[in-house]
């Protein structure tokens, strides 16, 4: 893209390079997608017969995580909504959110999503997601993490730099 005096307009520029393959894949169906193939490989060839009272106890340990999991994106999520920034992870950020689950980990949405992904499997009694588990969260560090965080760095710089010293990836 070009402005009036025919330079490339540099965000666009830097964004289309930047991002690409696994990166342009919303985190949510990077889950989601291994989840269900999970689910339907459990129903079709499952890997365990789980007697009612174990079902019943893995029931709400789902429920549980998938609450905890959910509000622990929700909450996430919605500080950066009052940030003022950005949730999508190949788009710039404008501010730095260190507040909430961000004072420990610098990836709680991730984290909170995971938590969901293990509540479903729990739910449904399914080990077949377990082993499919390692797909989405191997694609998040090795790819989109790495980019989220060289956009922050350019667009922040050393306040986060500071930061990423600071506070852990995940746990």
Known sequence: MENRNGAADQSSRATARRARGWELIPPPLLFVVPLLLGVLLERRFPLLDVEPPVARGLYWLGIALIVIGAGHAATSAALFLRNRTT?????????????????WTRNPMYLGLTLVYLGVT?????????????????????????????????????????????????L
Request: charged share 20%; net charge positive.
């Open 87 to 103: 949730i999508i992870p190949h788009h710039r950020s404008k501010a730095l959110v260190t507040s909430g689950a961000y004072r």
């Open 122 to 170: 729990a739910l449904v009694a399914a080990v077949w997601p377990l082993v499919l588990l390692p797909l989405p969260l191997l694609i998040v560090n090795a790819y989109v993490i790495p980019m989220e965080e060289r956009l922050l760095e350019e667009a922040l710089g050393s306040t986060y730099l500071q930061y990423k010293a600071r506070v852990r990836r995940w």
